[in-house]
């Protein structure tokens, strides 16, 4: 058992903060004043250090830059009315780290260094906690392989790191998606729904031609049919059709099992609908547009929170939404914040107490 008084703790002389403005902050881009950095080396982990955020120094070699063993987390943090600090479903996120770790074949990050870690740092960095409505302070763990030698095997060394980003909103207004049917992010038996970094990097060169179109993002078909919906850019997508919610299923490890995901169908089903998380083909997405029953479709993730999705182009065709008649969408972000900024009763015992 690891606690955080073994954690070696070295802080800053002079925080950042007054350096940088709060107020519009865009997503990821200013870094609080400390991070959290663990090495594992010969089958255990090392001591958690805890400093000022800084470089790292690797040699070229570093297995993780040639062969991708690398994945992350993101979990958000917010001020809540008592001027506490709350993370949202940390519990969560670190039980899909060590899935994604499993899968990429490096090593689980044992809970007390995950969550202990996660604690400590921010109780460091708790200033920098944004106070305003759709921001938060986002948190980054992520693991990567150390090994310094080019051979493809799994790595005998990996660190393991948690960067903390005061941020604002990940998409801004509503979006228009190129349904796409060419490329491919992920099939069964691969790595969809772990969150490993090449699943990114394999996802931008379909987005920049997407992109080239005036479309922000894809919603990814399936790798046979490009036929069945998947996920959209870096969120889970819903479709509220009639008075069901419909979203992919998780079943065949395609897409990545989002805890705002799993969050929204506990709202919607509070809200009154049905909830189903299945196949859901783009021609039945069109009948559905037909027949003016397509009310609504968003996406749900961390960083991107609820995302409306005001256009989806399917090859010439365009389904054009009046997103300002929308409801579902708008009330389930408030429903989710209310509980996030503590305005509501967390009746689902999401928030965790920093
Ligand atoms: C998140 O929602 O936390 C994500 O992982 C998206 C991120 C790649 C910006």
Redo the contacts with the bound molecule.
Sequence with gaps: MIAAADFNITKVERSKLNDINLENIP??KYFTDHMLEVDYEDGEWKTVEIKPYQPLLMQPSMAAIHYGQAI????KAYKGPDGGAYMFRPQDNFKRFNISAERMQMPQVPEDIFMEGMRTLIKLDSNWIPDKEDHSL?IRPFMFSTDEMIGVKPSDKYKFMIILSPTGP?YNTPMRIYVEEHYVRAAPGGVGYA?AAGN?GAAMYATAQAKKQGYDQVLWTDAFEHKYVQECG??NVFFIIGNTAITPGLEQGTILA?V?RDSAIAVLKDMGFTVEERDLSINDIIDAYHAGVLYEVFGT????TISLIKELKYKDFSMKFDIDRWRTAPELKKRLNDIRYGKAADKYGWMYKI
């Excluded at 992350?72 to 979990?75: L, T, V």
């Design positions: 997503f990821g992350f987390e993101g979990i986002y990940y969150k990114y870096t969120m989002g705002t993730g961390t960083a991107a």
